[in-house]
Nanobody, 123 residues
Framework: VQLQASGGGLVQAGGSLRLSCVVS????????MGWFRQAPGKEREIAAA????????YYADSVKGRFTISRDNAKNTAYLQMNSLKPEDTAVYYC?????????????????WGQGTLVTVSS
């Protein structure tokens, strides 16, 4: 199973970005998906997660109301729409897939990881 994340870049505070994660080599609709992020000098943390069918989702308090996770099972793709970006959102963002199918937030419950895409928010 391979995950390819894209969509990162440099944006000013208050701006928006949409990250995409294309999954290949597996059955996308059988995976829960998560977006994690790792800022310089910090541990990797969950930002958002979505169940296999999109019926349930989770958001970290730090992104709630600004980020939206979604998925298109027909396109084998998960998305993270990020609005009202803040400098503290600067991080490498990783998508991950879990065979658990339901929403899960622990890193250890994700078996497959993408390579990461850098998001830089300038003040």
């Amino acid at each position: 199973v391979q995950l390819q994340a894209s969509g990162g870049g440099l944006v000013q505070a208050g701006g928006s970005l949409r990250l995409s994660c294309v999954v290949s080599g597996g059955t996308f609709s059988s995976y829960a998906m998560g977006w994690f992020r790792q800022a310089p000098g910090k541990e990797r943390e969950i930002a958002a997660a979505i169940s296999w069918n999109g019926g349930s989702s989770y958001y970290a308090d730090s992104v709630k109301g600004r980020f939206t996770i979604s998925r298109d099972n027909a396109k084998n793709t998960a998305y993270l729409q990020m609005n009202s970006l803040k400098p503290e959102d600067t991080a490498v963002y990783y998508c991950a897939a879990s065979r658990f199918m339901v929403v899960t937030t622990a890193r250890g419950t994700y078996q497959y990881w993408g390579q990461g895409t850098l998001v830089t928010v300038s003040s």
